[in-house]
């Protein structure tokens, strides 16, 4: 059978609230960077633009810089620097971005992260750097009591003072089996990320490694034929992605993301996540919600397993959302949805598998192929590669977790990973407890 497309499910959205958030998700700031009079004036920047500079000045700042965000509301780049040193003050003036004097160095966080990851790798726990507060934010959820909980906080007391902080989520950590459009398989849920054209040419999509390796083919509709094929999966490890390739080749895998009540969002490029970005996710089983980047290079500790390089944010998930695509309102391909603690009625934390690390690893481009994996980050929207999004899944429907029986509860679970680039990450943060999307 030849699918054009592959039928799009809204089931599990509620036509109004997403109407609703995607009027207000899809008008956020987008501003080009502009020029000033003054020469150390701070320049307003995209969002987009912020890992490459970011990256550029801590290439040319070495020890002395500590890290970075991106400050949305008056769109600029904060670069934490360690010291008063004038001249590396100046450059980063000259830059257009904002010099900011912190106590915790690069160096300093990621000796921490590395005191936990030996010390404190508890399931139910995550860690990773917040540039903002230049400390590691390290979460516990609800799992994590008596001695674990008296292990973890003694472990983060002997990092020194202001240099992590601990705090509760109310929920678990769990990946978020079950819905952009739904796809089931082996009677799991999860949600299609972006379509992307595979090495050989032929037409696949994204989504989470932990869906990847619940099953090995995977539908529209529940009960439905099978309509692609697991070519690669990882998880847990290195990360939380997966290659499905459709099964007719002729399948056409348009690049964009539906966002519900009829729209969709043209996803142009795939671009690296910035601590302070402002990000949309759809899922089959909550729609479109929006929120921030809060960490970088986060490390989760699921039940079944360490997972390491995610993006923290404070969008929420829940269950069947797993593997759904996050993405700027400008068309950049940000994430795949993994795992969390909280829900949609309660907030939480959610974790994402970067998508330009997904692309490099299983040698895929998005879309059509106009934007090849190691392309992408920094990139503006606007360009020619394509990501399809979740528009190929089926709608709501099946229940169940990927790996497993019963629905995750919580899908936005924190995971604070130390992050390395651009947003003074420490890099061996050690997580939390997820359960797959």
């Not at 360009?383 to 990927?402: H, K, W």
Request: charged share 20%; proline share 4%.
């Amino acid at each position: 059978m030849s699918h054009k497309r592959i039928p799009k499910r809204k089931a599990a959205i509620a036509a109004g609230s997403v109407a609703a958030l995607g009027a207000a998700a899809l008008v956020l700031p987008n501003a080009m960077a502009s020029q000033t009079d003054q020469a150390d004036a701070p320049r307003t920047f995209k969002a987009a633009d912020a890992s490459d500079v970011a990256a550029q000045l801590a290439s040319r700042l070495g020890d002395a810089f500590a890290g970075s965000y991106y400050d949305a509301g008056r769109q600029q780049i904060i670069i934490n620097v360690v010291g008063d040193d004038s001249e590396v003050v100046n450059e980063i003036r000259e830059a257009g971005a904002v010099p900011n004097q912190v106590d915790n160095s690069t160096a300093t966080l990621k000796a921490a992260a590395r005191t936990l990851r030996t010390d404190a790798t508890i399931p139910g726990t995550a860690w990773s750097v917040d540039p903002k507060t230049n400390e590691i934010r390290v979460t516990a959820d609800s799992t994590v009591t008596g001695a674990r909980w008296n292990q973890l906080t003694s472990t983060v007391k002997s990092l020194g003072s202001d240099v992590a902080t601990v705090k509760r989520s109310s929920g678990t950590f769990k990946t978020f089996v079950e819905g952009g459009d739904a796809i089931f398989g082996g009677g799991a849920r999860c949600s299609l990320g972006f379509n992307v054209t595979a090495g050989d040419g032929s037409p696949a999509f994204l989504t989470a490694g932990h869906c990847g390796v619940a099953a090995a083919e995977w539908s529209d509709a529940q009960d439905g034929a099978p309509i692609a094929t697991v070519d690669q999966a990882t998880f847990p490890g290195a990360g939380d992605f997966a290659l499905v390739k459709y099964d007719d080749p002729n399948t056409e895998a348009p690049s964009t993301v539906d966002v519900g009540d009829g729209k969709t969002v043209e996803i142009a490029q795939a671009a690296e996540a910035t601590v302070g970005q402002q990000v949309l996710r759809m899922g089959s089983t909550t729609g479109l919600n929006d929120g921030s980047v809060t960490g970088l290079d986060a490390t989760v500790n699921y039940p079944e397993g360490t997972v390491t390089g995610l993006i923290q944010t404070d969008v929420c998930a829940e269950p069947g959302d797993s593997g759904g695509s996050l993405f700027t309102q400008d068309g950049s391909a940000i994430g795949l949805t993994s795992g969390g603690s909280g829900d949609c009625t309660n907030g939480g934390e959610t974790f994402f598998q970067p998508v330009t690390t997904a692309l490099e690893a299983v040698g895929a481009t998005l879309g059509a192929g106009g934007a090849g994996a190691g392309d992408e980050g920094g990139d503006q929207a606007g360009e020619e590669g394509q990501a399809g999004a979740g528009e190929e899944g089926a709608g709501a429907g099946g229940d169940e977790q990927a790996g497993g029986g019963g629905e995750a509860a919580d899908p936005s679970a924190p995971a604070d990973g130390a992050a390395d680039d651009g947003s003074g990450a420490a890099d061996d943060g050690s997580g939390a407890a997820v359960e797959g999307h």
